[in-house]
């Protein structure tokens, strides 16, 4: 079993920056796959980005691709979202996600976290 809980939501104009943390406990982040999905107001959860256990593969939705970028530091057992030319659009509920086996665009993976709210204003 592993617990995750993410951070770093908020408020931002389009265009500014912000970095979303997910911290896990219960278990070494090092033995998962991680990735973050999304949620905006009426819609379903979609993907947005994930990696590999050693970090050195990653994917990306298209609409965040050259904007996101996701990153892990095992040692500090946190996966890390950080999100640069914000736009209205991703405004969302962001999750953090983690499985031992699942790895890249799949929606199977067996731990969530609660979600961080992200509301970027036009």
């Known amino acids: 079993q592993v617990q995750l809980a993410e951070s770093g939501g908020g408020l931002v104009q389009a265009g500014g920056s912000l970095r979303l943390s997910c911290a896990a406990s219960g278990r070494p982040l090092r033995s998962f796959a991680l990735a973050w999905f999304r949620q905006a107001p009426g819609k379903g959860r979609i993907f947005v980005a994930a990696i590999t256990w050693s970090g050195d593969t990653t994917w990306y939705a298209d609409p965040v691709k050259g904007r996101f970028t996701i990153s892990r530091d095992d040692a500090k057992n946190t996966v890390y979202l950080q999100m640069n030319s914000l736009k209205p659009e991703d405004t969302a509920v962001y999750y953090c996600?983690?499985?031992?086996?699942?790895?890249?665009?799949?929606?199977?993976?067996?731990?969530w976290g609660q979600g961080t709210q992200v509301t970027v204003s036009s």
């Open positions: 996600a983690a499985d031992l086996i699942r790895v890249g665009v799949t929606y199977e993976y067996d731990y």
